[in-house]
């Protein structure tokens, strides 16, 4: 035990001198020659040389696969960003309610490649003609206990089977719902997938939010 303690505090040493004095083996080239050190990708030994061109290799390797990860994370991004923007400019062209649930699900389904969506209200519509609108369909009170109660946008399984407002089609197996809100929530905006890997609750939610702020904007001139 005594010969181990004394060989960890020799290392120590060992670490912080050659920590202090980079020159150390600039003038001791014979020596780099003569060290060897396991071989980390498989058995035998390699130089010290030869050790630090692998370390460097592997490093830069790991650079790469997260320039990679990244630039594919931009591309990502550039594509929401303009699939929103083509979303944005179908809200601002819709001139009533209908327009702007119609123009929202085939941006949705076209666009964003999501199986069904639907806008919920409890709001009053400016006109009396709207009321008729499936935006204005009663939503049972398990749903909107559940949804005056989300902050952040959900995304995953309908977390409740009881939620039947929200529920979309028998086929949907994920969902991403936002609230809807001006000043204060007005509804809620569900969007569903069949695929069940699609909406999953790790997922980051600022696309899915900004639509819900998109489309709380479009409502709000057509709403009391």
């Not at 001198?17 to 003038?27: E, I, V, W």
Request: net charge negative; hydrophobic share 40%; charged share 20%.
């Amino acid at each position: 035990m005594e010969n181990q303690t004394n060989n960890i505090v020799h290392e120590a040493e060992v670490v912080e001198y050659l920590g202090k004095n980079p020159q150390f083996f600039s003038n001791h080239t014979g020596l780099l020659a003569t060290m060897h050190l396991p071989n980390p990708h498989g058995s035998g030994t390699v130089s010290l040389a030869e050790r630090q061109q692998a370390a460097q290799r592997e490093k830069i390797h790991q650079i790469d696969r997260k320039y990679s990860e990244l630039l594919q994370f931009g591309i990502e991004n550039d594509e929401k960003s303009n699939k929103v923007h083509k979303l944005t400019l179908s809200l601002l062209t819709a001139s009533n309610l209908a327009d702007i649930a119609d123009n929202l699900n085939n941006s949705l389904q076209i666009d964003f490649g999501i199986s069904s969506s639907k806008i919920m209200l409890w709001a009053e519509p400016k006109n009396s003609e709207d009321a008729s609108l499936s935006l204005f369909n009663e939503v049972d009170e398990v749903s909107k206990i559940w949804t005056e109660a989300l902050i952040e946008p959900y995304c995953g399984k309908l977390p409740d089977e009881n939620l039947v407002s929200i529920k979309t089609n028998g086929d949907a197996k994920s969902y991403a719902i936002t609230p809807l809100e001006i000043g204060t929530q007005i509804g809620l905006l569900v969007m569903a997938s069949d695929d069940e890997k699609r909406f999953y609750p790790e997922m980051g939610t600022v696309f899915v939010k900004r639509i819900g702020e998109l489309v709380s904007a479009a409502l709000s001139q057509h709403l009391v």
